[in-house]
């Protein structure tokens, strides 16, 4: 029997964890279908672990198209042809022309739709299509390619993730048309229910998938930390988020736990646009010897295996696929209390969810630090809880037919 034909559709291969959460179908995935991976723009650390039996697709359309900025028309005279400069002017001007009418985001909307009908379609027919991310992803398989089955995943608390709930117009319009809305939560489900009310039949929960086995092979290899320190060990690991991961928060955290005279070291793994502002924020707060940025490690789980505490201080996520990964190697947790955590933790029991206030995250990581019996309770229940959900495969996989 002819393996089916899959197209999945990414913007760019970022760190995070969406980037992860696929990496992860893929290896589960690869070898029972015949995977073309487009990826509207090349780049991201993760884009080498892509498995060599995806066939990945990338910059269909030029690079100059990502930024509609009119202040960019002469030096893209100079490096494109004169027909494809011409285009260029006239997407430049909707651009231009939705951000005077409706601001920021109304010119992103116009930019999502430009972009899902000016990429050159892929020319051949798919069983199925799978946008991995929303906005122009979702818009581009459902204008441009030929599938029997057409999938659009959505990574957020919809409601609640600005990022998201900012394309709900242009969403209204295309999120009918495609065959099945997935999402990575039950938090997640609901919010869709609630904003696309008549949409529900579409809505299903496939979550992230979590392999345990490959999270501890891999943090039994690799680097670590490589200093003499002696002292608790606090990390984090995310994108420069300041907002919605809480990096605002972290900073102002560790200037209390030093202030509280807490013998700590704080590690960062992640990296992102906004570093210099972090940098900035870390040396405002006098805390560069104790906030330490790691960037980004495509192996980030030695880290995780040898610190003392995790620690998660975001304001919105979906469901964090770092988390499980955390729960994967049983590190004591301190976690904010978004909507969603409550799918993935028990307060008391498997992780302590602090309120969305710096002071209560302090406080609950001054108790993990001086309560080694808190910590191993934690440690003792991550270990007995079941982390892993392959199984998920087999959802993900209904959804193909």
Known sequence: MKAKELLFVMDTFPLGGITKSLLALFSQIEGDYNIDFLLMRKEGLFVPLIPSSVNVISDLLPVEFRNP?????????????????MKWVNYSLICSIARLKGGQIAMVNAMDMWIAKNTPCINKKYDAAIAYQGGRCIYYILEQIDAKVKIGYVHNDYSNCAVDFNMKPVDSLYFPKLDHIVTISDICLNSLYYEFPD???KCCVVENICSPKFIKQSAAKGESFNDDYKGCRLVTMGRFDIWQKGIDWAVEIAKKLKTHRVDFKWYFLGEGNQRPKVEEMIRDAGIEDLFILMGAKVNPYP??????????????????????????????????????????????KTALIAKMDPSDIADKIIRLINEPETRQKLINNLKAE????????QIFESLLQ
């Open 303 to 348: 880290y995780i295996a040898d610190a003392d505490i995790y620690v998660q201080p975001s304001r919105v996520e979906g469901k964090s696929v770092a988390l499980d990964e955390v729960k994967a190697l049983s590190k004591p947790i301190v976690v904010t209390n978004f909507p969603s955590v409550y799918d993935q933790f028990t307060d008391e």
């Open 69 to 85: 900025h009119p202040k960019e028309v002469f030096r893209n005279l100079t490096k494109m042809q004169f027909r494809q400069w």
């Open 199 to 201: 949409l529900k039949d």
């Open 386 to 393: 079941k982390v892993g959900n392959e199984e998920q495969v």
